[in-house]
């Protein structure tokens, strides 16, 4: 099973195996606050198309379009994940304030389709 969840909520042990999704280090965090299992920098969005989101150049529906098709170059990762999830719980951890509308959904339904 994958799961998202804000690095800001308190952790739980319904979250098994924490990956944070960010490329930069989540705000105001101090990495010793933030229980996580690991760093999974490779599949966050590139520079480019995250500043190009949060700077309104893409509408979500673009976002996404344009983050799937980098996460396809991902796909051994990809699958090493979405194997761990058939195993047990992950939580995919992101820093975005919109819980609707983020990196972190989109990567979990990707991985969810391998």
């Known amino acids: 099973m994958i799961q998202c969840k804000r690095v800001y909520d308190d ?5 098994g195996y924490r990956i944070l999704v ?8 101090k990495k010793s606050a933030l ?15 995250r500043q190009a989101f949060h700077s309104d150049v893409l509408d979500f529906a673009s976002f996404s379009d344009a983050y799937r098709e980098e996460l396809n170059h991902h796909q051994d990762e990809g699958k090493r994940i979405a194997t761990l999830a058939a195993r047990q719980t992950v939580t995919l951890l992101y820093g975005a304030k919109d819980r609707q509308q983020n990196h972190a959904i989109v990567l979990a339904y990707w991985l969810s389709q391998l």
């Open 11 to 15: 952790a739980s042990l319904e979250d």
């Open 22 to 29: 960010d490329r930069l280090w989540p705000r105001g965090m």
């Open 35 to 49: 229980g996580y299992d690991e760093w999974c920098k490779i599949l966050t969005p590139s520079t480019e198309l």
